[in-house]
Structures are given as C-alpha cells and as structure tokens.
C-alpha cells in the first residue's frame, strides 16, 4: 500500500503564561491509501495536537517542528493559501462534538454547499444536488427537506451524520475523525461506525481515527498507533497490537478495560496520573507508572525497535542488554 | 446466587414527572417530562446492582430521586424495611448517612473554594459525628482508605487529576458511615487507566466495609464488570433486569439484545465475525412516550399487540424479569 | 552465559507511594488570582493609583497647613502655587487641602455603598435565587419596581423630607445600589444551584444556611467582588452630581461635587478650580475601572490553566 500521509520528527508546544506545553514530542506516523489507522490514547498523549498541527489548525502560541508529507508535499511548509486548498478537499476532518463541529447560524444545506462550491467549482444547483447525495449516502432521511434546516433541529447521531457528510463533501483522499463517536449513546455509535465502515469500502478513502476507547479500535483498525506523553510507544497492526503487543503501556492498558465477553476478572489499574506536559518526565514518560521501568528510562527516551512486519514499539525492554521479560504472561486472555 | 433476605433498599413504581408549564400571565401545567415512569426493584445489602441505559432513559433521575434530590411524583422508596416516602425533611434527615451519592463529573462535584480535607470534614459536621483532633484523623483515614496522603487534605480541587478527585468524592460519600452509596456515572469522565483504579477502589471497599451500590452507567462492559445484577432502561421504565452473566448470555428483550451487539469488544477477532443488530432512528420524547410498549418504533420485531397494549415488567425465571410481549427465549 | 550487568538497566522497583504525590506547591485560588492580577500593569498602575488617593484623603488634610475651612480673603482665586499647590478658591480656601478632604467624603460614600450592596444585595439576590418559584418572582418584582422609579426622584424626596447633606445621600444611595448586585447575584445562584458541588452538599444533608453561606456566596465572590469595583465609581459619581446639583453637602464641607459646582461658576475666569476636582473625580473612578478589569480577568477561572 502506498504511503499518503508520512509524519516525521512532529513536535509542538504551546507558549502558556506557566510555560511551555509540550504537547508532542517527536512523533512519527504513516498513513496508507485506503487503510485505518487508530491513534490511541489517553488525556495528555498529544494524538489530538498531532493531527491539529498537522492540519495546521492550532492556536498562533503553538511552535511546531518536523514534517508531515502529504501526495509528496510537506504540509507544514505551505503558506496558509496553499494549506486552505488541501483542507476540506484532499484530508477532511471530523469532529467530537456534533452539538460545537456545525454552525448553529446557518443551515445544513449552506454549510455543505459552502465546502463543494468552494473546491469543486459547482454552481449552486449542482452543489445542492451532491449536498442532497451526501446526506442520502450517510443515511440523513428526507434530505431535501433537511437541507433547510439548521443544526439544532437533528438529533446528536443526525448531526454526527451530517459531519461526516461534511467531511466527504468533496471526495477527500484523507479523513482525519477525532473522537467522532465519544459523545454518542452506545447504539447511535453504534451506527455511526457501521455507516463509516461501508463509507471508507465505496470510496476507498483512507482514516484517521482518534480515540481512547480499544474496542472502537479493535472493530474499525486495520493498524494502530499508541501514544503516551506525547511520544509514540507502539505501532503495528490490529492484531499485533491486541494480540502480541510489545510496549508495558499497552499491556497495562489491555488488562485494564472490561470485556463484554469476559468472566470476571481484577482489573488491572495503573498506579498514578497521566502526565503533566508542563514538565514531563525525564527520558520515557510512562516510566513513572511502569512496572518494568529501569534506570535509563528516567534518563534517556527510547528508541523505536523495529520488531519485524512493521510492529514497532519504543521501550528499553527491547534493548539486547534488557532483562528479559515473558510476553505471554503480559498479554492476558479473556 | 443471590442471598435472599430481605432488601436494603426497595423501589416500588417510582415516578417522577417534570412539569411543563406554559401560558399567560398565569403559567399552567400543560404536559410532563415523564423522566422515570414507574421503575421497581431492589437491592441486597452489600450487592451491586447496574442501571444501565442511553441518553433520557431516566437513570440519573431514579438516582438522584432515590435520595430525594428531586421529590418524587409517586412510587415510594423503602430503606431496611422504612417507607421512606412519608417522612419530612426534618426525619429524612439520619437517612442521609445511610445513603450517600457519587457524582460524575469530578470536576464540578467537589467545591472549589474548599480544601479537600474542608470537603470531607463537611459530610462530619454535618451530621456531627466529632471534632477536634478526632476529626482530623477521622479525614486523615478517610483519605488513606481511598488511596490519597494526608499531605493532600490542605490541597484544592484544582490541584488534583480526575482520578484523585473522583477518589475525594468517594471519601466524602464514606465520611457518614453509609451503607448504600448511589453512583451515578463515576468513572464516565475518566481516562481508561484511572478507570480500573476508581472501580478496583470501590470493589475493595464494597468487600471491606460491605456497602450496596446502584451503579448508573452506560459502558455495559464495566457495568457488567462491576454488577452483580443488571436492570435495562428505556424510555423512563426497566425493561429488563437479570444477572450480569444471565443478561449477556441468555437477553430476552429486543432492546437488551441491540444494547449487547452495540458494545465494541476490544478483540479484533471477536468483533471481525459480530453480527450487529443495528436500531434505526432515534429514541422518541419523553414527553410524548409511544402507545403501548415505548420500544416498538424502534423494535425489528414489533408486532400488532405492542402498539396497543403496554407489557408489563414479569418475572420470567428466577430473578430475571423483562417487559416485553414476545421475549426472546421465552 | 552470564551478559555483563548493565546498570542502565536495573529496574526501579515499586514506587507505588511516590505516584500519588502533588509536584506543584499548594496555591490557592486568592495567590493564584493574585499573581494573575499582578500580570496585568494597567491594573496594578490603579491599584497603586487607589492606594495613594486613599492614602492622601484619610491621612493629607492632617499635615497641610491649612484646613479646607480657613479662609484668607485677600488671597482668593488666586492660581497654584508654592503655598497654595493647587490654588485657592472664591473664600481663599485651599483647594489642594479641599480636595483630599472632599476625597475622605467620596470614599466614605463609596465604602457605604459598597456595604449596602454587600450586605443587603448579596443576602437578598442569594435568597431570591435559592428559593425560586414563587417567591424569586416575587423578589424580582419587586427589584424591577425599586429600579424604574429614577433614583434622582428618591433623592429630591429625601431632599425635601430632610436636611441636604451626607445622610439623604447615604439613604439615596441605600435604597437604590442593591438592585443591581441582587440581580447579579441571583443569576449566579441559579447557575450555581445545579452544579454538582451543590448537589453533594444536600445529599450529605446540608441545610439551606450552610449551602448558601459555605457554599454558594463564596462561588459567587469573584463576579460580587468584579460588580463592587464598577459600582463604587458610579456611587462617587452619583454622589457627586448630587452635590453638583446642590443636594449633597453644604458648606464648608466639601466633596468633589460640591468644588466642581463651585468651580463651574468661575470656569471663564478661574478654569482651574473647576479642572483640579473634575481630574480628582476622573482619576478615582479610572483607578476603579482598571482596577475592575483586572480583578475579572484575574478571577476568571475559565482563563486559568
């Protein structure tokens, strides 16, 4: 598969009164035509900040180095001109809150007309009528109708619809979903992912998907991306992720979320808080909630070790030098 | 499996209706919220039993009612055998030590301008349970039981993470000694891995200190999780109430079954062969509830009866019980 | 094969009692607000402004060398100068000394409005606000009658039914500052009242005393302290055109409002008398203002991070 979004040495801070936020530090992630990534993590992981910097949607008191390529163009050296002709048409971004991602002023047909008459040059007629296939494509009925009618007047699973209309208006090759089934009831998601699922076969578009909830994960992703204190501390497919994952962040993580399917078991929490990007922690940064860490990983941060069929994971555990750890013992079975 | 004896705290048809008033220049009554519509069920001394449903089914509201945060429209609510329905204010009063509330949101559950020791010292004077250095080391305990250093007792909410804070509220709620603690969406609003710590935490006090608890929530898995029975709302009633491992193998009502399918499983092998049940549309008003049984316009299984007659909440076997015409398995 | 020992990796063991610890040292809301407050200069500069105007009227008129009584006819109107800083008046009084002195008369009717507000609107609006129903709309009503009737009408009548002077003043002033405050306080009850915070504190049997005393005033102090400082100018300056319009203080007594109407009369001939007490008004009512504007955004703690 061919790589279309290729990140590397992402870092962002944000200036604050307190000091710098160090929001991401030295990320780096590859897209694929047509794949999901998921990008898991908890507060303070940065997966958000990632993507926004990339997008270049972030406030005027954030500093972001590195390079984000982009259908060979580095995204984060275009001028604000150029960046505008690629958002919206070529990555798309949905967002968390369907009540704040529309605008309340304006109707739904105005705000999906606006982004097709923009980038595809149609006039209003055709806009109208792709904006009325858009809504039919992510299940809006009645659309005719509902093009008159402004945000307030859908129901939070309707609204959520209408993003993801949004975001496919103009056939993008990207789409970046932050959290965008967080905040629905657990059968609106339900549909909402099922609806995204079947969007992503016809159009072949390739997703982003941001989230902290493992069992979106496990039924959307074909590979997966954990972070942790704005580092990258594992990335491989799905199945090597859930099945033989290599990082002690993702092994905690695993044992310490309920399965539906399971018996009853402990669940296994991690001691402490996440991290305090004002100051984070010296060298890796879940060290001081890992129950393997070692005295370099207070000092130094890993490395990303190249486990083979493109799993990656950045722990001093992998280092030749390290004491040896049973990975069948940390990977639980229900 | 579960004791039998009697109940610590019975619901019996618990109502509660928010008037809609409209009109001028004198506002009259002209319909009702019918938040929760004659909910019923009970609670073991020490056992936990799971409210779960989506948003507007009612779970807050039966929380929060059960400790007369809202004065109910009718039912009545039973503590270790007291009707607790008919006593004022005055005489509820020694009841509020013995049923306590965990809130959701630790952010806006604890008040800022307080210290947390401030927080916990609250729930003891209130009720006057000591003063002094008793006090003190009362809150010092207190704190220590939920994980937290006295160091922390000086410090301001702000101070703390979402877990922390959840943990202090958790110590406010112990403070008065209770023996049923209401938790209304406890760890909704925290990160994964602090979820475990909360929830082990109240595992672990439950056990030590042989507390009941209603827990509301939506995550079916850590409800299930954490639940020795689970009750299933929707639209205001329970549709089904059953044990945990029951209600997930063995669901009988339509809404159960479309719940349980919904639920992501964080197993990409087990969630590449689901088969899901996918509800169409949107949950109807509160306001204006369906004829009959409230799911059937959302029911792929509806038929002519439930149009017209609204089933009633029967126990099908031991201690599993579902509203419903024409339960699966039945 | 035994592999050399490498230090670096030699596991840190448990470290379960140090997870929990606070790395930031305690700040409270009242330090933080502060620091916040000090951030901003055009607030300090009107806090340091309010801090020397204070000073100077409780404490000035007692080391002049003159009294804002003594007169000295043969040196009236007379421009400023080495002996008189700021001029004399139409009496040959000393306006520098008259001035500081009618400073101690606009702070004291700026501290007695501000203890009206307190006192009356805080109590009334926190009662209005709890009780709901019937009875705030009853409250209410009764604020919105206080404030349509214009208040320069109350004072004409107190004018009328007593002396002018310093005492209708403060009973003008009592029966109309509080509705503002009361309104405010109310909607910050109301808002407050749904929190959960709130609800913790009934669950745990709290009565209606120690909600509103313990909890509620204490949410609402940062907006009750940002409407004191807007509206202590306004009292001062109410107050001022008050004695500007002759119902205020008489002579020899002296606030801002009585010299400006004194140095209207002279503004062709002796511009200065009217100009020196108009600045003194204009100076402490922007002091207040800067003031104001930073104690909210300090208070704010939608801008705290």
Redesign the interface.
């Known amino acids: 598969m061919k790589p279309l979004l290729t990140i590397e040495n992402l870092q962002t801070s944000f200036k604050t009164y307190a000091g710098d936020v160090q929001a991401v530090r030295d990320v780096n992630l590859t897209v694929h035509e047509g794949e999901v990534l998921a990008v898991v993590g908890e507060s303070g992981s940065g997966k958000s900040v990632t993507m926004m910097s990339v997008m270049r949607l972030l406030a005027k008191n954030a500093k972001i180095q590195g390079q984000a390529f982009f259908n060979g163009q580095d995204l984060l050296a275009l001028s604000e001109k150029e960046m505008r002709k690629i958002r919206g048409r070529e990555i798309a971004m949905v967002f968390q809150d369907p009540m704040t991602g529309l605008n309340p002023t304006l109707t739904i047909g105005a705000q999906l007309r606006e982004g097709i008459m923009l980038h595809m040059g149609l006039s209003k007629q055709e806009a109208n009528k792709r904006a009325v296939e858009l809504l039919n494509k992510v299940g809006v009925p009645e659309p005719e109708r509902r093009l008159a009618q402004y945000p307030h007047e859908f129901s939070g699973g309707m609204r959520q619809r209408v993003m993801i209309a949004l975001g496919l208006a103009c056939d993008p090759r990207l789409i970046i979903a932050d959290e965008p089934t967080t905040a629905l009831d657990v059968t609106i998601q339900a549909q909402i992912l099922e609806l995204m699922k079947q969007l992503k076969k016809e159009m072949n578009t390739a997703i982003i998907l941001i989230t902290h909830n493992l069992g979106v994960v496990a039924g959307m992703a074909d590979r997966v991306a954990v972070m942790y204190g704005g580092r990258v501390c594992e990335v491989g497919t799905v199945h090597q992720i859930f099945h033989e994952p290599r990082h002690p962040y993702t092994w905690a993580l695993l044992r310490a979320i309920p399965r539906l399917d399971e018996h009853k078991r402990r669940l296994e929490s991690i001691a402490g808080s996440p991290p305090n990007m004002l100051k984070p922690p010296g060298g890796c940064p879940f060290h001081p909630r890992c129950a393997h860490a070692m005295n370099v990983c207070t000092s130094e941060a890993p490395e990303m070790t190249e486990m083979g069929n493109q799993h990656r994971a950045a722990c001093w555990l992998m280092h030749p030098d390290a004491p040896k750890v049973d990975f069948s013992q940390e990977v639980t079975k229900a | 499996m579960t004791t039998q004896g009697a109940p610590l705290v019975e619901v019996k048809d618990l109502k509660l209706h928010f008037p809609i008033t409209a009109g001028f220049p004198i506002p009259r009554q002209v319909g009702a919220v019918k938040a929760v519509d004659g909910v019923s069920f009970s609670i073991q001394p020490g056992e936990t039993l799971g409210l779960v449903g989506?948003?507007g089914c009612g779970k807050t509201t039966v929380g929060?009612t059960l400790?007369r945060?809202y004065p109910p429209t009718d039912g009545k609510v039973i503590y270790d055998g007291k009707d607790l329905s008919t006593l004022g204010e005055r005489e509820f009063?020694p009841y509020?030590?013995k049923m306590?509330?965990i809130?959701?949101?630790p952010y806006?559950?604890?008040?800022?301008?307080?210290t947390a020791g401030d927080i916990i010292g609250?729930?003891i004077d209130?009720?006057g349970l000591s003063s002094g250095k008793e006090r003190m080391d009362r809150i010092y305990s207190l704190l220590d039981l939920v994980?937290?250093?006295p160091e922390?007792a000086?410090?301001?909410p702000?101070?703390?993470?979402?877990?922390?804070r959840q943990r202090i509220?958790i110590a406010?709620a112990l403070a008065?000694e209770p023996n049923f603690i209401v938790c209304d969406e406890p760890i909704s609003a925290l990160?994964?891995?602090?979820?475990?710590?909360v929830?082990?935490l109240m595992e672990d006090l439950q056990e030590k200190l042989g507390i009941a608890y209603l827990f509301i929530a939506?995550?079916?898995?850590?409800v299930?999780?954490i639940s020795r029975r689970i009750a299933v709302m929707y639209l205001g009633r329970i549709v089904e109430i059953a044990d945990s491992e029951t209600l997930?193998s063995k669901p009988m009502h339509p809404y159960t079954l479309?719940?349980?399918?919904?639920?992501?499983?964080?197993?990409?092998?087990?969630?590449g062969q689901?088969q899901?049940i996918?509800?169409e549309g949107?949950p109807p008003s509160p306001v204006n509830p369906p004829s009959g049984c409230r799911f059937r316009t959302r029911c792929p299984y509806a038929k002519e009866k439930c149009k017209e007659e609204d089933p009633k909440l029967i126990d099908v076997s031991k201690g599993h019980g579902v509203a419903c015409h024409f339960p699966f398995g039945a | 094969m035994a592999a050399p020992v490498d230090s670096r990796f030699a596991p840190l063991g448990n470290r379960q009692a140090t997870a929990e610890r606070i790395t930031t040292p305690p700040i409270s809301f009242a330090k933080d607000a502060w620091r916040r407050f000090q951030t901003n200069k055009v607030a300090v500069f009107g806090l340091i402004m309010l801090l020397i105007l204070l000073l100077a009227s409780v404490f000035g008129p007692m080391f002049t060398k003159h009294t804002y009584s003594d007169q000295s006819i043969l040196l009236a109107n007379q421009g400023p100068s080495g002996e008189y800083w700021l001029g004399t008046d139409k009496l040959g009084r000393d306006l520098f000394v008259r001035i500081l002195f009618g400073g101690r008369i606009s702070l004291a009717v700026a501290l007695f409005a501000g203890l009206v507000e307190l006192v009356i609107g805080v109590v009334y609006g926190a009662v209005a606000g709890l009780a709901g129903g019937r009875i705030d709309n009853l409250m209410m009503r009764i604020v919105d009658i206080v404030d349509t009737i214009p208040s320069t009408i109350y004072v004409i009548l107190l004018a009328v039914l007593l002396k002018p002077g310093l005492t209708s003043i403060f009973l003008a002033i009592g029966i109309i500052y509080w509705t503002g405050m009361a309104r405010l306080v109310r909607a910050q009850v109301l808002s407050l009242k749904q929190q959960e915070f709130m609800l913790a504190a009934r669950t745990l049997g709290a009565g209606k005393a120690r909600l509103v005393f313990r909890h509620l005033i204490p949410n609402a102090m940062a907006p009750i302290i940002v409407e004191l400082t807007f509206s202590i100018p306004r009292a001062i300056f109410t107050e001022a055109f008050l004695s500007f319009i002759g119902l205020g203080v008489s002579a020899p007594m002296a606030s801002w409002g009585v010299l400006a109407n004194d140095g209207l009369i002279a503004l062709r001939t002796y511009p200065w008398q009217l100009a020196f007490p108009s600045i003194a008004i204009i100076m402490c009512t922007l002091a207040f203002n800067f003031v104001g504007d930073g104690l909210r955004d300090a208070l704010d703690p939608k801008l705290r991070k």
């Not at chain 2, 702000?158 to 922390?164: R, T």
């Not at chain 2, 939506?218 to 850590?222: A, K, N, T």
């Open positions: 989506e948003s929060r400790l945060l009063l509020r030590r306590q509330m809130f959701q949101d806006a559950s604890l008040d800022p301008r307080m609250e729930a209130i009720h994980g937290l250093l922390h000086s410090r301001f702000h101070e703390f993470s979402g877990g922390q509220g406010r008065v990160d994964v891995s602090i979820q475990a710590q929830v082990n939506h995550d079916l898995s850590m299930k999780h997930y479309a719940l349980l399918s919904a639920v992501p499983i964080p197993d990409p092998v087990v969630e689901r899901r996918i509800l949107d």
